[in-house]
């Protein structure tokens, strides 16, 4: 075989195999946010697959169920592409080294990356070789086998926070749901432990997602209950409640939106998610006053005190949320989760007292 052959042959197998290389350290071990456009790639090419698959689906629980299995496949796709793409890298490793045609070095790379032992390669270079691609072809498993307990460690402590919800927010869980529920229990001073916990929630959620990304395509066990639908019930309710509720405003309410909105824009600038830096009140957001109104008249009429000033308070709440609002409403649509209708407070049933005895 030529000499210029085999030159260009090796160039370009090392080429591949460091592109391999470093989509799998920057995607499996790097401890902070990384563009990795192999990575992406695969990414994209599943997820347009996953969505014509979940368009096919009419009810959103049929969806959920589809587009559940879409982390898990991108995954194992990772795998099988870093392979094949190694498979053919040290193929041409192997004809520079020497092989006799492709087909040779295809077998002794095949032999070589999954240690099969079928193909013996002889000669200082291409024992070499050898040795060094099964070598990769062990650690790209192994990174795989290491990564999955970190990432449903992450998950687990993720949907632990989201399922508790469901006892202080109802399910689906609703911003005017933790009102209520506090007013059903007498105890608004309660609230703080949840704005702490969930505080917690966005700062490890903007850690383990931004750094773990896969993290954000794996759906909450339960379809009617997922997370991004959870953040923006929390952040909503803790709105609520320091524009609207006639307490003294919560400093441990402010500081979870804070935390929630600075972990969404994090991600945000991950995905390409476009968001105002600069707010102006006037601009408007994705709930309307008529909404906000209608939850206002759901929680008076359960006992919640309000404030006297409506507009007010539709300000200040217009105010939290538009730090917020463009992020959430385009994670909805980025992630396929059911958005809050708050219409829907109009005809949901409420929570009666649930801390008297025979209530």
């Not at 609703?174 to 007013?183: K, M, R």
Request: aromatic share 12%; proline share 4%.
């Amino acid at each position: 075989m030529n000499v210029w052959v085999r030159v260009v042959a090796g160039l370009f197998g090392l080429l591949l195999q460091v592109v391999v290389l470093d989509a799998a350290i920057r995607t499996f071990l790097l401890p902070r946010v990384a563009n990795v456009r192999l990575t992406r790639m695969v990414s994209r090419v599943v997820g347009r697959v996953f969505a014509i698959l979940a368009r096919s689906s009419k009810s959103y629980p049929a969806r959920d169920q589809i587009l559940s299995l879409y982390a898990s496949i991108v995954l194992l796709t990772y795998q099988a592409t870093w392979l094949a793409i190694s498979l053919v890298a040290f193929a041409l490793g192997f004809v520079a080294a020497g092989a006799s045609s492709f087909a040779v070095a295809f077998q002794m790379s095949g032999s070589s990356l999954f240690t099969l032992g079928t193909a013996a390669a002889h000669g200082g270079a291409p024992v070499v070789l050898q040795f060094f691609e099964a070598g990769v072809g062990l650690t790209l498993l192994a990174l795989l086998i290491a990564f999955i307990p970190t990432l449903y460690s992450a998950f687990q402590r993720r949907e632990y926070s989201v399922s508790r919800l469901s006892v202080r927010a109802g399910i689906p869980a609703t911003p005017w749901g933790v009102l209520e529920i506090a007013q059903s229990v007498e105890s608004y001073e309660r609230l703080d432990e949840l704005w702490h916990e969930w505080e917690q929630w966005f700062i490890d959620v903007g850690e383990t997602h931004s750094t773990l990304t896969i993290l954000n395509f794996y759906r909450s066990p339960n379809a009617n209950q997922t997370w991004i639908g959870s953040a923006a019930t929390v952040l909503d309710a803790a709105a609520l409640f320091n524009a609207a509720v006639d307490a003294k405003p919560s400093p441990n309410a402010g500081l979870c939106i804070r935390s929630g909105w600075l972990t969404l824009r994090k991600l945000a600038d991950y995905f390409g998610v476009s968001y105002p830096t600069n707010f102006d009140r006037t601009v408007p957001i994705s709930i309307s006053r008529e909404e906000f109104d209608l939850v206002l008249l759901r929680l008076e009429r359960i006992g919640v005190p309000l404030v006297a000033d409506r507009d007010a308070a539709w300000s200040d709440f217009a105010g939290w949320r538009m730090n917020y609002d463009a992020i959430i409403e385009a994670f909805y649509k980025l992630f396929n989760c059911p958005r809050t209708d708050w219409h829907q407070a109009s005809i949901q049933p409420l929570f009666g007292p649930s801390n008297k005895r025979g209530a």
